[in-house]
């Protein structure tokens, strides 16, 4: 799940309702909003304005689809400015004591996005964001993948928002070069693959041009086709090329976070914003360590009862190589997860009380992005636009069977669609803000722990199953190690790529784009263990306390039914819940 903050508002409408009431003096008062309430508002207001493509991401009614955010570094210092003013307004205002009230849930996130984003300035990530992991082109293709073409209108504004691209991507050059100039960037070894990335968005079938072939509109095609040809695809091309030609000769050989400008203190912060908890390197990586031994006893103990023992190590080697535990076709590997996925719709109600109305659907990774092991994006608010799970389908010869369905859980049901579902459907239950958020501890804590729910509700078919269970939380807690180890603690990118190897059954080159990941997204994959084994022990509490009167699908819907909030708010939401059980009659 690429993400670390989703969060929009149908500002223009708020705009354009503010304005017919002003002029209409019969018009009914509104009711008076607490000042919490106000200053989501603005600042949501403010946001949908900065990044016009959450709106479409999100299939927001009443958006519009014309612009992409100005990534200029005159424009982030003026909105820098306006989070400082936000955050001392915010300051001002007394933490409202009801936990899970409307106020509160609105009070904590928009504390958690504004100090965060003022506390990670010192990274200046605008400056080197240019790996084959974390570059521009690994999102804002796929925004034109669902962009709405079904009226005049909205062909109109398609245009425009293509008209942006190139200054969009010339823009990215100008900041990279900037950071190369300023002792910041992305290490060589996670940008060698981008300008063949880049170029392979240059194609007849090219994912720019899907507005087009989306639409039954023979001009509006010849005009995207134009801006392509004569806008876009020279744009494509002179990123590629100043890839090759200055930023890999000039970009870090150094892999550890620290050879940025303040890198050694941008790391702890950047483990703090996605996690949401405060925790050490030292410890994040002793607590893998620990996480890793119990995993491995569960592959030991699967592979003497099921597959006649010996290495783990060698094992995990053959399920990706050996006929029996991989695919023979494409098709096979893409039905195999549709197959999962009508299992897991089916057993969703056994754990939960509510569930979402969007449906999620599998599709093939397209060319450009087909290193992935698997990415879920967002289905719409209205639940009318399915989530899309893009998984891998090349070369399934080297696919093992055994991790397919664990992935799947995680990015479909009743892991990221469901949470992340669930929350854009929520109305007026939570603040907008609540409903468009999203942490790494939260979310992917909640997607790693529905591999383990999966489980329970008995959706692995048999035990190689249970080997890539094992396998995916296995790799989960070895980022720990491995992310610590590469950003504070002098490891090299081959020991982090063999202790992957020794601990994982994923492909040798799933393993090396992941370890590549994690070189340049610093701190990101600690927040999925580490948010796991938070939502465990909260759900370990709750057992405890309430004995026989806990209740599972209660108790999930507690945990997913106020938006994407942060792992603390999750903390005193369950706490109170609990207090809540216990005075029911």
Same mark, same amino acid.
């Given at each position: 799940m690429n993400k670390q903050s989703l969060i929009a508002l149908l500002a223009c409408l708020v705009v354009a309702a503010c304005g017919e009431q002003a002029a209409e003096p019969q018009a009914e008062a509104q009711p008076e909003i607490s000042e919490i309430e106000a200053l989501a508002d603005e600042f949501l207001a403010a946001v949908m304005e900065r990044y016009p493509s959450l709106g479409t991401q999100l299939g927001l009614?009443?958006? $519009?689809? @014309? $612009?992409?955010? @100005?990534?200029s570094l005159e424009a982030l210092a003026k909105w820098q400015a306006r989070q400082d003013a936000w955050y001392a307004r915010l300051n001002a205002i007394p933490q409202p004591e009801a936990v899970g009230s409307r106020d509160w849930v609105t009070h904590g996130i928009l504390h958690e996005e504004l100090s965060s984003?003022?506390? =990670?300035?010192?990274?200046?990530?605008e400056l080197w964001q240019a790996s084959s992991a974390t570059g521009w082109h690994r999102g804002l293709p796929f925004l034109f993948e669902v962009q709405p073409v079904d009226t005049a209108e909205h062909r109109e504004q398609t245009l425009a928002r293509l008209g942006e691209v190139d200054r969009f991507i010339d823009t990215e050059i100008a900041n990279l070069r900037l950071g190369l100039e300023s002792g910041y960037s992305t290490p060589r070894v996670t940008v060698v693959k981008v300008p063949d990335q880049v170029r392979s968005l240059i194609s007849d079938d090219s994912i720019f041009l899907s507005p087009a072939t989306r639409a039954d509109d023979e001009e509006f095609a010849v005009a995207v086709r134009k801006i392509y040809d004569d806008e876009i695809m020279p744009a494509l091309n002179r990123f590629a090329d100043f890839i090759e030609s200055v930023y890999l000769e000039q970009a870090r050989d150094n892999i550890a976070l620290s050879a940025n400008t303040d890198g050694a203190e941008c790391y702890p912060l950047r483990v703090r914003s996605f996690v949401t908890l405060q925790k050490s390197a030292e410890e994040i990586h002793e607590l893998g360590l620990e996480q890793i031994e119990k995993i491995r006893g569960e592959m030991r103990t699967t592979i003497d009862e099921h597959f006649g023992g010996g290495s783990i190590e060698e094992f995990l080697r053959r399920i990706n190589i050996e006929p029996e535990f991989t695919f023979e076709s494409e098709d096979a590997v893409l039905q195999y997860a549709v197959d999962g996925l009508d299992a897991a719709k089916e057993a969703m109600p056994r754990a939960f009380g509510n569930l979402p109305k969007a449906d999620v659907i599998v599709k093939p990774y397209p060319d450009f992005a087909s290193s992935g092991v698997g990415e879920y994006h967002s289905s719409s608010e209205d639940g009318t636009r399915p989530g899309i799970y893009y998984i891998a389908v090349v070369e399934p010869e080297k696919r093992t069977r055994a991790w397919q369905l664990s992935t799947l859980y995680h990015e479909t049901y009743p892991g990221h669609h469901l949470q992340g579902?669930?929350? !854009?459907? =929520?109305?007026d239950k939570v603040h907008p803000i609540a409903r468009y958020t999203y942490y790494s501890g939260f979310g992917e804590g909640w997607a790693l722990y529905s591999e383990r729910l999966a489980d329970e509700l008995g959706l692995y078919r048999d035990p190689l199953d249970y080997i890539g269970l094992y396998s995916d939380q296995g790799a989960r807690a070895a980022r720990l190690v491995i992310d610590t180890g !590469?950003?504070?603690m002098g490891w090299t990118r081959q020991r982090a790529i063999d202790y992957m190897m020794a601990n994982t059954s994923w492909s040798a080159i799933d393993i090396e784009n992941d370890i590549d990941r994690y070189i340049a997204w610093p701190g990101q994959a600690t927040a999925y263990m580490l948010g796991m084994l938070e939502i465990q022990r909260l759900r370990a509490l709750a057992e405890e306390e309430?004995?026989? $009167?806990? @209740? =599972?699908k209660a108790f999930h819907d507690r945990v997913v039914g106020f938006g994407g909030i942060t792992l603390p708010m999750l903390h005193a939401s369950i706490l109170a819940w609990i207090e809540e059980q216990k005075a029911l009659p």
């Open positions: 009614e009443g958006a $519009r689809h @014309d $612009r992409l955010y @100005d990534n984003a003022i506390a =990670l300035r010192v990274c200046r990530n579902a669930i929350s !854009l459907e =929520l109305g !590469l950003h504070t309430l004995g026989e $009167r806990f @209740d =599972l």
